[in-house]
């Protein structure tokens, strides 16, 4: 009974299966054209192998199984038959490196879209679990792992083809010297085994260890007002050396292993080379010519044996990276049909009328009820924190699914689905989103492309962030992130707000989206919202009960999942309700 692969083997087959499925008509096709120009490459330069020969011999036939090989003519003749080899040899080995540097950069390339695309449609809750440190992993350290991996195994198929074929010449060169074979296969053989298994496991901690790095990394400036006034900046260093250290060593240990595995490729190649010497003249019936034939065709896969060891390292160190890509790539999608808004601007909004939203587990308790949500009304949500508020506006922005979902629009019954279409030209602006655009102008275009600069002003002017940038030189293009221009926490989330503004969404959910701004200020820019936006639904989160002052009705959420609404008029009695009263006018 044959063995069972070990584990190492196992993952990397798996590797090679799960790499075929990702692949593309067209990556098929010029793979082809990469194995067809390797193989092309590995022939022309076994032959110029074996047009080296009647050189370093002038006057000896080279005999080929039984045949004579003779370019005849003088050594002139010779010597340019095997330039013009060689030279060709050199064009194909350039081709096959230029279309496998077009493959894997394609490859990498095409791995970041489809992983980021699928992130950016996938389901709310399909996210729920994984960190942010991971998420951007996968999207820059992991891919580029497995772009090398891809990488290594252009380069092991070059290997192959370049032994099969120096091999099949050295056979036909000399039939008896490639009793020698079995021996090769059985160096080779061990040579593939020795520190396989701790190469896989050293590629699965260092990717696991980057991935800690990158949540200690992430979001530097913030957390490091928390470490200071904690006083834990020595333990910041600690764990990040640590972290650190691990990755040296991880790194350290991947070298020594192919250091390693150079070392002992090279000794037994030197065993092999020394057995066929020894073999060619115990062996009568040998020639000279023919030995030298021979070990001119072994010595061109020295060097392939050194990178084949490391190809087979940076594939073991891609199994555990490719693992992690698919299985974000296997996460859902949500996205919408590309089919234009109902509720896009320019046209009649309609009142929205929420009859039930109960809401998935694990907050399947929250059962709001009996809600209208009215174009050029702002609904307050209040609640203490971890009650589901967050989850409730998912699924107000269409961007999470309720187990119960039942309303009507102009009288009209519709689905989660008719709601979610309806609902699709939004904005959703959180506590935690920071601008990632370039500069102030780059952030209002990305928002609203057809914007220009005077929309832009009068935007900026609503929310109040007009003056900050008049004391700049730049304007509007003002840089976000620099150290002479960078924007306070509060401005930035009013340039978020402008953003709002210039979109003019059909429902505009603010998740503590103003809760770095003082409170009178907040107010003052929720107040120019709703001035600016008639034809916007707008679902504020906040947990300042001074906010009641600008919105039309509140909906608060109690301990026991109790959700109410009242209207902003009476903020003490919608204060009472939030804190011990219950269901009116049929909300649960």
């Known amino acids: 009974?044959?063995?069972?692969?070990?584990?190492?083997?196992?993952?990397?087959?798996?590797?090679?299966?799960?790499?075929?499925?990702?692949?593309?008509?067209?990556?098929?096709?010029?793979?082809?054209?990469?194995?067809?120009?390797?193989?092309?490459?590995?022939?022309?330069?076994?032959?110029?192998?074996?047009?080296?020969?009647?050189?370093?011999?002038?006057?000896?036939?080279?005999?080929?199984?039984?045949?004579?090989?003779?370019?005849?003519?003088?050594?002139?003749?010779?010597?340019?038959?095997?330039?013009?080899?060689?030279?060709?040899?050199?064009?194909?080995?350039?081709?096959?490196?230029?279309?496998?540097?077009?493959?894997?950069?394609?490859?990498?390339?095409?791995?970041?879209?489809?992983?980021?695309?699928?992130?950016?449609?996938?389901?709310?809750?399909?996210?729920?679990?994984?960190?942010?440190?991971?998420?951007?992993?996968?999207?820059?350290?992991?891919?580029?792992?497995?772009?090398?991996?891809?990488?290594?195994?252009?380069?092991?198929?070059?290997?192959?083809?370049?032994?099969?074929?120096?091999?099949?010449?050295?056979?036909?060169?000399?039939?008896?010297?490639?009793?020698?074979?079995?021996?090769?296969?059985?160096?080779?053989?061990?040579?593939?085994?020795?520190?396989?298994?701790?190469?896989?496991?050293?590629?699965?901690?260092?990717?696991?260890?980057?991935?800690?790095?990158?949540?200690?990394?992430?979001?530097?400036?913030?957390?490091?007002?928390?470490?200071?006034?904690?006083?834990?900046?020595?333990?910041?260093?600690?764990?990040?050396?640590?972290?650190?250290?691990?990755?040296?060593?991880?790194?350290?240990?991947?070298?020594?292993?192919?250091?390693?595995?150079?070392?002992?490729?090279?000794?037994?190649?030197?065993?092999?080379?020394?057995?066929?010497?020894?073999?060619?003249?115990?062996?009568?019936?040998?020639?000279?010519?023919?030995?030298?034939?021979v070990c001119l065709l072994l010595g061109r896969l020295l060097p392939y044996l050194v990178s084949t060891r490391q190809s087979f390292q940076q594939l073991r160190s891609a199994v555990p990276a490719f693992g992690l890509w698919q299985r974000y790539m296997d996460l859902d999608t949500i996205r919408s049909p590309a089919t234009p808004s109902p509720a896009g601007p320019g046209t009649d909004r309609p009142a929205l009328h929420i009859e039930r939203i109960r809401l998935a587990p694990p907050l399947a308790g929250l059962d709001v009820r009996q809600v209208s949500l009215r174009p050029g009304e702002l609904t307050l949500i209040r609640g203490d924190s971890g009650i589901g508020k967050s989850s409730l506006v998912d699924v107000l922005a269409g961007m999470g699914v309720p187990e119960v979902f039942a309303a009507r629009v102009d009288g009209h019954a519709i689905g989660f689905g008719e709601y979610r279409e309806l609902v699709r030209h939004g904005a959703y602006v959180s506590q935690g989103v920071r601008p990632w655009q370039h500069s102030v102008r780059e952030c209002l275009r990305w928002a609203a492309p057809e914007a220009g600069a005077e929309l832009m002003q009068a935007a900026l002017q609503d929310v109040g962030l007009d003056r900050r940038l008049a004391g700049s030189l730049q304007g509007l293009d003002t840089a976000l992130h620099s150290t002479a221009s960078r924007l306070s926490g509060g401005e930035l989330q009013r340039l978020l707000l402008a953003q709002v503004i210039l979109r003019r969404p059909f429902l505009a959910v603010l998740d503590e989206a103003t809760s770095a701004l003082d409170a009178a200020s907040e107010i003052q820019v929720l107040a120019a919202m709703k001035r600016r936006l008639p034809q916007t639904i707008l679902v504020v989160v906040s947990h300042r009960a001074s906010v009641a002052a600008v919105a039309d009705q509140c909906l608060s959420i109690d301990g026991d999942l109790v959700a109410t609404m009242a209207a902003s008029a009476d903020p003490c009695r919608a204060a009472a309700l939030k804190h011990g009263g219950r269901p009116h006018d049929g909300a649960r």
């Open 1 to 293: 009974m044959p063995d069972e692969p070990s584990p190492a083997q196992g993952h990397t087959l798996d590797l090679l299966r799960s790499l075929a499925r990702t692949l593309g008509g067209s990556d098929l096709a010029e793979i082809a054209a990469y194995v067809a120009l390797s193989l092309a490459a590995a022939l022309v330069g076994s032959l110029a192998a074996v047009l080296l020969v009647p050189l370093v011999q002038p006057g000896h036939a080279l005999q080929l199984a039984g045949g004579m090989f003779d370019v005849g003519g003088g050594v002139e003749m010779r010597a340019a038959v095997f330039v013009a080899a060689t030279a060709a040899f050199a064009v194909l080995r350039w081709l096959v490196a230029w279309l496998g540097a077009r493959l894997t950069s394609r490859y990498g390339m095409t791995r970041r879209r489809l992983v980021h695309a699928r992130l950016v449609d996938a389901p709310l809750a399909s996210l729920a679990d994984a960190t942010s440190a991971e998420i951007a992993n996968v999207l820059t350290y992991n891919v580029e792992t497995l772009t090398q991996g891809f990488a290594a195994l252009l380069q092991l198929l070059v290997a192959g083809i370049t032994t099969i074929v120096s091999l099949g010449f050295a056979f036909w060169v000399s039939p008896p010297l490639m009793l020698t074979a079995p021996l090769l296969a059985g160096f080779a053989l061990v040579a593939s085994r020795i520190f396989g298994r701790e190469q896989s496991q050293v590629g699965r901690r260092y990717v696991a260890d980057m991935t800690r790095l990158f949540w200690l990394s992430e979001d530097f400036p913030r957390r490091l007002r928390h470490i200071r006034s904690f006083g834990r900046g020595d333990a910041e260093k600690e764990s990040y050396g640590a972290i650190s250290a691990a990755l040296g060593h991880g790194y350290r240990r991947q070298l020594e292993l192919v250091a390693a595995g150079r070392l002992v490729l090279e000794l037994l190649a030197a065993a092999a080379i020394a057995a066929v010497l020894v073999l060619a003249y115990r062996w009568h019936g040998v020639d000279q010519s023919s030995l030298i034939a």
